[in-house]
């Protein structure tokens, strides 16, 4: 949890890797106790506008939400939160996640999906709020090292093949 602009507005950090395994026995029992966790510390922090930051990177797909508890969190925040939200930011977004907000899309309201953001790196995370009081895992610092590294690796190559260069000169 961090804080943005003049007014001190909150940024909401939310590591998926850190989930539960979905292979417990006791799976439904904590998301939904951490589900209320989460939305009555949203009740207390939040009393203007806020962010939420989705860190999706490192995060193996057994431990991400199932579309089910996703669509019960949208469906229980409170008008006001939904309200208050200005921006819900998903950081190295995988192809899971980008197909469940696409199919989810028709059923959540035009104003929410609006307010939905794909960042593929931290550098431009960065670029978008400071980040001085917003803290990040190592494993997503990791992923994001690695990742950046292939992305350059894939330029590189790309940029050395001599039918893309001399398609690219023409």
């Given amino acids: 949890t961090g804080y943005y602009g003049d007014g001190l ?9 850190f989930l539960p395994d979905s292979s417990r026995t006791d799976y439904n029992y904590v998301m939904e106790n951490l589900f209320l966790y989460v939305i009555s510390t949203l ?3 939040v009393a203007e506008d806020y962010m ?12 991400m939400p199932g579309l089910g508890w996703m669509k019960k ?23 899971f996640i980008r197909t469940i907000l ?19 790196t931290l550098a431009e995370l960065r670029e978008m ?12 610092v990791k992923y994001d090292e690695e990742k950046c ?10 940029s050395n093949d001599p039918e893309i260069t001399s398609v690219e000169q023409e």
């Avoid at 939420?52 to 431990?63: E, F, H, Q």
């Avoid at 969190?73 to 006001?80: E, G, K, L, P």
């Fill in 73 to 95: 969190c949208y469906q229980m925040i409170d008008r006001r939160l939904r309200k208050n939200l200005k921006s819900f930011i998903i950081v190295h977004p995988s192809w």
């Fill in 43 to 45: 009740e207390l922090m």
């Fill in 9 to 17: 507005n909150a940024i909401i950090v939310f590591a998926a890797c």
């Fill in 52 to 63: 939420i930051v989705y860190l999706n990177g490192a995060t193996p797909r057994r431990r």
């Fill in 102 to 120: 696409a199919v989810t899309r028709p059923f959540i309201s035009s104003k929410f999906s609006s307010k939905i953001q794909y960042i593929n």
């Fill in 149 to 158: 590294i292939k992305r350059r690796m894939r330029t590189s190559c790309l």
């Fill in 129 to 140: 709020i400071p980040m001085e009081y917003v803290h990040i895992p190592d494993s997503i």
